[in-house]
């Protein structure tokens, strides 16, 4: 093997949970593991980022990464993590979440590839699809006990009304069953012995296991298990989560800018532990980075090699580039010429929740004055007199270059040909969109 998986994973603090001769077996030889992924959404956000970087971590380390879809087990809900049932996707839907996670998973594994360990791709839907309630129901059903199931935490915790639960529906509770005959069908049909997750999948995977064991009925049979623990902020807030919602791996559900400007704000102690989790980069190139930001903490050093990895990774070195140009812009000393360069989204990102106001572009052609910019015409400031103190105080800057009273906006101001930036001192800043 290329290097000792297990150590590798254990000091980037991704191992929960470890079955037994598990690190044993990934030392040994190759070994075939996989992670399943639920398409509750046509796009996978950061959280999923762990599971697929756990799958790259397999496939670097020599291993033969499976990423499973599950086109089967979306249709029921896995009940892990949460205190009421799901709503079931109908099968249009269902097929386009399915289609959309195998699209961001291919940008990180190479389904094509012909090398040994070359990385996998199955949707449970294929094996499943065909299997009758009664078969399952003798084949599968007979070989665990009801016992065994209630004795999950996921399934305790809704039988004993934690979290405002409201019990649990038969088709949920066979959930760790279906997801158990997945792991037992593919270390029948691909010789795959471990199954990968977060920690809240501890049940579930280990329901695999133990079907593996009791569906080899006097066979040698051996199956393994290991969770990473579910990612956390310092804060107590839910990682992942903005004011606008998930922060998601497709730029057309979150920027580009908005994806490096998540990172980037991380806290210090976040970004310490992240850097581990979410970038390759090796221990002793991150112990100096830790080491040189507690150092400097001011010129967030260990945010900013974040940010650069992930949204490297994530989309492309360009992208990231364009992000970091987009977020330096504001301070640049050519922002002028700078701010052009951006394309209207990155300009609407990078000025988020700035006051704007509509002004009619025929009045810019004819030219504005600067009171009707700042006041008459936009309400920026409260009245006309507020404004003429503003600009005698030499307060005011349009496209960040200081102006006078008698200056007046024109078509040659215009942003994308359709927005003007004005600033009050250093704090306040307004757009002007023409329509």
Request: charged share 25%; with cysteine; proline share 2%.
């Given at each position: 093997?290329?290097?000792?998986?297990?150590?590798?994973?254990?000091?980037?603090?991704?191992?929960?949970?470890?079955?037994?001769?598990?690190?044993?077996?990934?030392?040994?030889?190759?070994?075939?593991?996989?992670?399943?992924?639920?398409?509750?959404?046509?796009?996978?956000?950061?959280?999923?980022?762990?599971?697929?970087?756990?799958?790259?971590?397999?496939?670097?380390?020599?291993?033969?990464?499976?990423?499973?879809?599950?086109?089967?087990?979306?249709?029921?809900?896995?009940?892990?993590?949460?205190?009421?049932?799901?709503?079931?996707l109908n099968e249009e839907t269902?097929?386009?979440?399915?289609?959309?996670?195998?699209?961001?998973?291919?940008?990180?594994?190479?389904?094509?590839?012909?090398?040994?360990?070359?990385?996998?791709?199955?949707?449970?839907?294929?094996?499943?699809?065909?299997?009758?309630?009664?078969?399952?129901?003798?084949?599968?059903?007979?070989?665990?006990?009801?016992?065994?199931?209630?004795?999950?935490?996921?399934?305790?915790?809704?039988?004993?009304?934690?979290?405002?639960?409201?019990?649990?529906?038969?088709?949920?509770?066979?959930?760790?069953?279906?997801?158990?005959?997945?792991?037992?069908?593919?270390?029948?049909?691909?010789?795959?012995?471990?199954?990968?997750?977060?920690?809240?999948?501890?049940?579930?995977?280990?329901?695999?296991?133990?079907?593996?064991?009791?569906?080899?009925?006097?066979?040698?049979?051996?199956?393994?298990?290991?969770?990473?623990?579910?990612?956390?902020?310092?804060?107590?807030?839910?990682?992942?989560?903005?004011?606008?919602?998930?922060?998601?791996?497709?730029?057309?559900?979150?920027?580009?800018y908005k994806f490096y400007q998540?990172?980037?704000?991380?806290?210090?102690?976040?970004?310490?532990?992240?850097?581990?989790?979410?970038?390759?980069?090796?221990?002793?190139?991150?112990?100096?980075?830790?080491?040189?930001?507690?150092?400097?903490?001011?010129?967030?050093?260990?945010?900013?090699?974040?940010?650069?990895?992930?949204?490297?990774?994530?989309?492309?070195?360009?992208?990231?580039?364009?992000?970091?140009?987009?977020?330096?812009?504001?301070?640049?000393?050519?922002?002028?010429?700078?701010?052009?360069?951006?394309?209207?989204?990155?300009?609407?990102?990078?000025?988020?929740?700035?006051?704007?106001?509509?002004?009619?572009?025929?009045?810019?052609?004819?030219?504005?004055?600067?009171?009707?910019?700042?006041?008459?015409?936009?309400?920026?400031?409260?009245?006309?007199?507020?404004?003429?103190?503003?600009?005698?105080?030499?307060?005011?800057?349009?496209?960040?270059?200081?102006?006078?009273?008698?200056?007046?906006?024109?078509?040659?101001?215009?942003?994308?040909?359709?927005?003007?930036?004005?600033?009050?001192?250093?704090?306040?800043?307004?757009?002007?969109?023409?329509?």
């Amino acid at each position: 093997m290329n290097y000792n998986l297990v150590e590798e994973l254990r000091w980037r603090g991704m191992v929960q949970d470890i079955m037994p001769g598990t690190e044993e077996q990934l030392n040994k030889e190759m070994t075939t593991a996989y992670i399943g992924f639920d398409p509750t959404s046509d796009s996978l956000h950061i959280g999923s980022l762990v599971p697929i970087i756990l799958l790259m971590h397999l496939e670097k380390a020599g291993h033969k990464p499976m990423a499973l879809v599950g086109g089967a087990t979306g249709m029921i809900g896995d009940p892990s993590g949460k205190s009421d049932e799901r709503n079931l996707l109908n099968e249009e839907t269902l097929a386009k979440n399915v289609a959309g996670i195998k699209g961001v998973l291919s940008r990180f594994l190479d389904f094509s590839s012909d090398k040994e360990n070359a990385p996998v791709l199955v949707n449970n839907y294929d094996w499943m699809k065909n299997f009758s309630f009664i078969d399952f129901a003798r084949d599968v059903g007979k070989r665990i006990t009801v016992n065994y199931m209630m004795a999950k935490d996921s399934v305790k915790k809704r039988f004993s009304g934690e979290e405002g639960s409201v019990g649990m529906s038969f088709t949920e509770f066979t959930y760790q069953l279906i997801q158990g005959y997945d792991f037992y069908h593919l270390y029948k049909e691909h010789n795959c012995l471990l199954q990968m997750g977060g920690s809240d999948q501890w049940g579930n995977i280990t329901t695999g296991t133990e079907l593996v064991r009791r569906m080899h009925v006097g066979e040698e049979a051996k199956a393994y298990a290991m969770t990473c623990p579910l990612i956390t902020k310092a804060d107590g807030t839910k990682f992942g989560k903005t004011e606008g919602g998930n922060v998601w791996l497709d730029a057309d559900k979150t920027s580009v800018y908005k994806f490096y400007q998540f990172w980037l704000n991380t806290s210090d102690e976040d970004a310490e532990k992240y850097i581990k989790i979410f970038t390759f980069i090796d221990k002793e190139t991150i112990e100096a980075l830790i080491a040189e930001h507690k150092e400097m903490p001011h010129l967030r050093l260990l945010q900013k090699r974040l940010a650069e990895e992930v949204t490297t990774l994530v989309h492309t070195k360009a992208e990231f580039e364009n992000a970091e140009k987009a977020s330096n812009i504001l301070f640049s000393k050519s922002f002028k010429e700078d701010i052009k360069t951006l394309d209207e989204n990155t300009f609407l990102d990078v000025f988020e929740g700035v006051p704007q106001a509509e002004i009619p572009l025929k009045d810019i052609e004819a030219g504005l004055d600067m009171i009707a910019a700042l006041a008459a015409q936009t309400n920026f400031l409260a009245s006309n007199g507020e404004a003429r103190r503003s600009l005698k105080e030499n307060a005011i800057a349009v496209n960040k270059e200081k102006v006078k009273e008698d200056y007046t906006i024109t078509e040659k101001d215009l942003i994308n040909g359709k927005y003007v930036v004005i600033n009050k001192g250093k704090r306040n800043t307004y757009i002007i969109k023409a329509v």
